[in-house]
């Protein structure tokens, strides 16, 4: 089965600061991945989508931008945060077999202060 | 564009009462349609999925192409089915979009 591992946990980073949070995926080769912001009030907000390396798809103007460097590692970064980026970023992909669904991680907490 | 409506940003029920949770969706093709679940301190989670047509946690969502709408409802409310609850769609690029969930509270 596969598994996402998303680091840090939990992120306090002032405004102005940059950013860069790191998702890798194991037991699927090429899936699809995805950047979610879960903010209060807001829902589950699909930020980014990738179907395979170098290529991204922005869902939504904003201060981020993603990558996807390898067939397994997504980033998602900033240059300079703002307040308005606190919020809880998840990385997900399709379970093997099942492309129209998403598998998460256990997501990171941003808190930009 | 796909899109997915949950009108209630909470839902309060007593233990033991029917629960109804809305969800409609808008999208040209045949979609398909999920309800995710996010438990207090649990990794957002896959409940059911319509093509399944199954009960889970006795839970259940019928399609209503007509209407549009595909929502989660339960008999009898239990105290652990509060979380937050979101509906989801996914049609071209296996994209998956998820509507502002709803908090489901049941009250003992």
């Known amino acids: 089965s596969q598994t996402i591992h998303q680091w840090p946990a939990t992120l306090v980073q002032p405004v102005g600061s940059p950013l860069s949070l790191e998702c890798t995926v194991e037991?699927?080769?090429?899936?699809?991945l995805y950047w979610y912001r879960q903010a209060a009030g807001r829902g589950l907000q699909l930020l980014f989508y990738?179907?395979?390396?170098?290529?991204i798809s922005s869902e939504v103007p904003q201060n981020l931008s993603a990558s996807r460097p390898q067939d397994r590692q997504f980033i998602l970064s900033s240059k300079k945060l703002l307040l308005s980026d606190s919020g809880f970023y998840l990385c997900?992909?399709?379970?093997?077999?099942?492309?129209?669904?998403?598998?998460f991680g256990q997501g990171t907490r941003l808190t930009v202060v | 564009a796909q899109r997915v409506t949950q009108p209630e940003k909470l839902l309060s029920v007593f233990k033991g009462a029917p629960v109804e949770l809305k969800c409609n969706y808008s999208?040209?093709?045949?979609?398909?349609l999920f309800w995710y679940v996010q438990y207090s301190r649990q990794r957002l989670q896959l409940l059911l999925r319509?093509?399944s047509r199954e009960s889970i946690k006795g839970f259940t969502a019928d399609l209503n192409k007509g209407e549009t709408s595909f929502h989660l409802k339960k008999p009898f409310a239990q105290e652990e089915d509060s979380a937050m609850y979101y509906c989801?769609?996914?049609?071209?690029?296996?994209?998956?979009?998820f509507g502002t969930g709803t908090k489901l509270q049941v009250i003992p």
């Open positions: 989801a769609i996914s049609g071209g690029y296996q994209k998956v979009t």
């Open positions: 037991g699927t080769s090429n899936p699809n």
């Open positions: 997900a992909c399709p379970p093997p077999g099942r492309s129209t669904e998403a598998f």
């Open positions: 990738s179907v395979g390396i170098g290529q």
């Open positions: 999208y040209s093709g045949s979609p398909e």
């Open positions: 319509h093509i």
